[in-house]
């Protein structure tokens, strides 16, 4: 089941690729808007892309490595995140085998990521929301590190990355196009295996 998971299901199928965030101008250099980042760094693959606001959402299409993608940035904020997500994957009729979603991690430590195909929300109340109003876990993850704190959880995911933080957090973004490719063309396990190891505070190791 994992290697089916966005893998080998021919260059005309479209994917959705969702990042998610909070929308306004008060979150959007935020721990919480990783996801965010890791979308419009996708768009910048195929030259300037014009987002569009439907389904409570910022979408735009691209073709990356002969693949379609449908891009999402939901526009509700995070507990929301599934009423975008949903509605678009219906319009699109992608079904969650062709979704990935990319978000946060407060499990993970800034300069790491993990791919992973379905299962719980790991206390993530957008995965969570996407889960309900999809009423299916079975879609790939791409989480990123932002680190746990020792006191407050809320005002850390609500708070800016270090200027040291950030330099890691750019190279991560700066790698989601090639684990995007990397999941489409080899599959999940292949993602997982060459990824999920990587600690990207090391300069050389993306």
Known sequence: MMQQLLHDLGPSAPFLIVGLGNPGARYERTRHNVGYWCI????????????????????????????????LKPQTFMNDSGDAVAASARWYKVPPSHLLVIHDDLDLPVGRMRVRAGGSSGGHRGVDSIIERLGDDGFVRLRIGIGRPADDAVDHVLSPFSPE??????????????????????????????????????????
Request: charged letters at 30%; proline letters at 4%; one cysteine or more.
């Open 40 to 71: 419009d760094r996708l768009a910048q693959t195929s030259g300037p892309s014009r987002e569009r606001r439907r389904f409570k959402g910022l979408l735009s299409e691209l073709r990356l490595d002969r693949r379609r993608l449908i891009l």
């Open 165 to 206: 933080e950030l330099t890691v957090i750019e190279r991560i973004v700066g790698a989601v196009p090639d684990v995007v490719i990397c999941i489409l063309d080899n599959g999940v396990g292949e993602a997982m295996n060459r990824y999920n190891g990587v600690d990207a505070s090391e300069p050389e190791s993306l």
